[in-house]
């Protein structure tokens, strides 16, 4: 023990700075158990799979990335880019039986939060407080006069672009939108300019759109509506006063002739 250097295992000569009064050798010994398959390798190989189990190798399908706990990165960049865990840094963190809330920048955290809001919000006084500084004279922006007509909403293509910027037109992957014919399927012309027409060939006929009823037709039904009640109406009376004129006959056939007259006179038409 006097061979070795009393700071190495004697409390009263440890150094202040490594605030620990350890001396056992438990990492050291959590390490060996930790690269026991590497041990046994040759020494380019064992570093190599050292290098491995630091960096965990995540496989996905069909690709394989590199997940670093320690700098937390991973080869998709991903988690370097959004500070959050993805999906293969979330697997080599459960796989290290860790959370992966640990490893989630700190700038998402409640304490970064409430540090940033901290401070009170300083009161900005009005415009006629402001002081007068020296440089240029800011304008006025300068109001463009507006144009007649719809404002137009596409863009100018160039040239080499294809179709046009005031039609809308169905774009594809090779371009503006090609015509083709209906009748040989060709593209370059269509059916009133094919030159394999037939003579026979009648061209179809448009579709008539269907529209709703117009106010003077609206007025025709209604007029033709009422004429039929009136005729309804005329009908109906008609029919009442024969009916009547058959109930006086049949009443003047029962009394006798000297008593048809005065029966008639009690015979009230509605």
Known sequence: MKELDAAAWS?????????????ENNISECFNSWILKARYMPIIDMLSEIHDMEEYLVKGRGSSVAVNLKNRSCSCRVWDLTGVPCGHAVTAIQES????????????????????????????KGEEY????????????VIVKK???????????????GGSSGKKQKMTSKGSRKMHCGICRKEGHNRSKCPNKPDD???????????????EEHEDEMNVEVQLQEQEAQTGEADLMDELMREVDARESELPKNKAKSAMMFVSVP
């Open 11 to 23: 409390k009263a000569f440890f150094q202040t700075h490594s605030m620990t009064d350890s001396t």
């Open 97 to 124: 039986r860790q959370s992966p809330i640990d490893f989630v920048a700190h700038w998402f955290k409640k304490e970064t939060y409430m540090r940033t809001y901290s401070y009170c919000l300083e009161v900005i």
């Open 130 to 141: 402001w002081e007068d500084v020296e440089g240029d004279t800011i304008l006025p922006p």
């Open 147 to 161: 144009l007649r007509g719809r404002p137009q909403k596409l863009r100018r293509r160039e040239g080499w672009e």
């Open 201 to 215: 060939y009648q061209p179809p006929q448009p579709r008539q759109k269907r529209r709703g009823n117009t106010n």
